[in-house]
């Protein structure tokens, strides 16, 4: 009888060990959706703040927004990053950099209110910007590419000046 209740500790131990060694390794796998936060405070330093992340998808970027408005390209279905603006910014500058000019990067910012920004490269140059007066809140941003399930890496740029 004893054996048995040796046996079956052992078991039982081994059983536990197996669900830590499991729950370890799930926490330590990054899903590819996962996207970066970050919060701003008037005259946050270094200004500009960045973040980089990988563009592109299968969901047009129109469709996310709610309007064809210039918005245009294809993202993830969930947004690159969730920016919380603690204070309401009379100019926030966003602009995407990638390294190849053949990218082709799109960006849509929703916020508060209704907010909806869209921006491509066809305006003044092949990086995406956006610069306007915000109002405190949370902001999601997408970065997409014009063509369907194009990656690529970038670097968002967010500062209260105008970047060039």
């Not at 053949?102 to 849509?108: R, V």
Request: with cysteine; charged share 15%; hydrophobic share 35%.
């Amino acid at each position: 009888m004893n054996v048995s209740k040796i046996g079956h500790s052992n078991i039982f131990n081994l059983g536990w060990g197996a669900l830590a060694g499991i729950a370890i390794t799930l926490t330590n796998v990054t899903p590819s959706f996962a996207q970066s936060t970050l919060n701003l405070g008037r005259n946050f330093r270094p200004d500009p703040a960045t973040l980089d992340g990988n563009a592109g998808g299968k969901v047009s970027i129109a469709s996310i927004a709610g309007i064809a408005d210039n918005c245009r390209g294809f993202a993830n279905a969930k947004p690159n990053h969730t920016i919380t603006l603690t204070e309401t910014f009379p100019l926030m500058d966003f602009l995407i950099y990638t390294g190849n000019i053949n990218d082709e990067p799109t960006m849509l910012v929703k916020g508060p209110n209704g907010i909806v920004i869209c921006a491509n490269g066809e305006a003044g140059g092949r990086n995406p910007q956006a610069s306007r007066r915000l109002p405190k809140g949370i902001y999601q941003v997408w970065v997409g590419s014009k063509n369907i399930n194009h990656s690529f890496d970038y670097t968002l740029s967010l500062s209260e000046i105008r970047q060039k």
